[in-house]
Nanobody
Framework: QVQLVESGGGLVQAGGSLRLSCAAS????????MGWFRQAPGKEREFVAG????????YYADSVRGRFAISRDNAKNTVSLQMNSLKPEDTAVYYC???????????????????????WGQGTQVTVSS
């Protein structure tokens, strides 16, 4: 497993932007697909975005495609989520997650099953006001 710490959440007005960051510890970061998930009050946790080991392939939930961008810096062991044109329905706790080591993004992208991720951050609150 890796230890993950998120930062960058906060309160923003609709139409605004936020950038979430996730710092990972451990030497296996580059062998793990990384993802962002979110959980709104009263709802199940859902996939938001994913990125391959090298960062060459990215994946998005339909609800955020075109507004959010995931990236990673393997030299710094970080993954980020740039969120633009935020909407009130984006309000949630956002979690950074690391997939099980050597799991490939082609396989993970079939369902983005949370059970395939064995490391989770503590979460960061994002609140979008209307």
């Amino acid at each position: 497993q890796v230890q993950l710490v998120e930062s960058g959440g906060g309160l923003v007005q609709a139409g605004g932007s936020l950038r979430l960051s996730c710092a990972a510890s451990g030497r296996t970061f580059t062998s793990r697909v990384m993802g962002w998930f979110r959980q709104a009050p009263g709802k199940e946790r859902e996939f938001v975005a994913g990125i391959s080991w090298t960062g060459g392939r990215t994946y998005y939930a339909d609800s955020v495609r075109g507004r959010f961008a995931i990236s990673r810096d393997n030299a710094k062991n970080t993954v980020s989520l740039q969120m633009n044109s935020l909407k009130p329905e984006d309000t949630a706790v956002y979690y950074c997650a690391a997939a099980r080591i050597h799991y490939g993004d082609y396989v993970l992208s079939a369902s983005w099953n949370m059970a395939d991720f064995d490391s989770w951050g503590q979460g960061t609150q994002v609140t979008v006001s209307s």
